[in-house]
């Protein structure tokens, strides 16, 4: 399975009220990954959107992925993003199988990302490449993390932090697969422009 595309992860602040409506126009504009992001303890309603969100991203063909949560994931049978302190990726591939996909956070250091796929990740993520309202102490990345990555590594590269229409060419330029986008996608005013900026995202990357 070839990884490339716009990957547009949820946010429960910045969505709230419209998670289903925004996410299905950016499904719209085109993704390829989707990701379920919310950090609170509610598990019936983590499970009820996480249910929902399947639902449609089966309908568009993209593949759904869950933040931080192995058990969510396997109970849904659907991709898992792991963080470095989200637990050890070998039980969690062995937990959700060879064919789930599994994303690994390896900020901006090269070992993590060679370790992660020792591990059997699916893709490595890199960022924050820009300032980001969403995670604003996020480490920091440089493009020459991701000129490295190429260098050295057989696994799609996805990237993240503050990624907008205006600064995620040079991303692309340098090897980014996946561009990895909250508020840049969602913070939009209404689903009619999440779905442009989707295209507008995917136009970037299928120079
Ligand atoms: C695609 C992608 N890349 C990086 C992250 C960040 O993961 P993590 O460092 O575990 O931080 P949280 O998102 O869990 O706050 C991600 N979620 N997705
Ligand atoms: C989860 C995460 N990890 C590093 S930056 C970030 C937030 C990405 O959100 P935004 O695209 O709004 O900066
Ligand atoms: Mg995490």
């Known amino acids: ?14 969505l709230a009220g419209k998670l289903l409506p925004f996410v299905e126009a950016a499904l719209d504009g085109g993704l ?8 609170s303890t509610d598990d019936a309603r983590r499970l ?5 969100l399947r639902g449609l991203c089966e309908r568009y063909k993209a593949h759904l992925i ?19 302190t989200d637990g050890p990726l070998t039980p969690a591939r062995a937990l959700l199988g060879r064919q789930a996909i599994i994303g690994s956070t390896c900020h901006s250091q090269i070992e993590l990302a060679e370790q992660a796929a020792r591990e059997g990740a699916s893709y490595v993520a890199f960022g924050r ?3 980001s309202s969403t995670k604003p102490g996020a480490p920091t990345a440089t493009l020459d993390i991701l ?10 590269i996805c990237v993240i932090g503050g990624i907008t229409l205006e600064n995620a060419a040079p991303l692309v330029a340098h090897g980014a697969d996946l561009l990895a986008v909250v508020h840049g ?5 209404s689903p009619q422009e999440v ?6 995202f995917n136009d970037l990357l299928s120079i």
Not at 2 to 12: E, H
Request: charged fraction near 30%; hydrophobic fraction near 45%; glycine fraction near 8%.
């Open 185 to 189: 996608l969602f913070g939009a005013e």
């Open 32 to 39: 390829a990954l989707l990701q379920y992001r919310d950090k």
């Open 48 to 52: 009820r959107e996480a249910e929902a």
């Open 129 to 131: 490449f820009f300032n």
């Open 195 to 200: 779905t442009r900026r989707a295209r507008a």
């Open 147 to 156: 000129d490295q990555a190429r260098a050295r590594l057989n696994l799609p």
């Open 1 to 14: 399975m070839k990884l490339r595309g716009l990957y547009a992860i949820t946010d429960s602040q910045l």
């Open 66 to 84: 869950i933040n931080d949560d192995a058990e969510l994931a396997a109970r849904l049978g659907v991709g898992l993003h792991l963080g470095q």
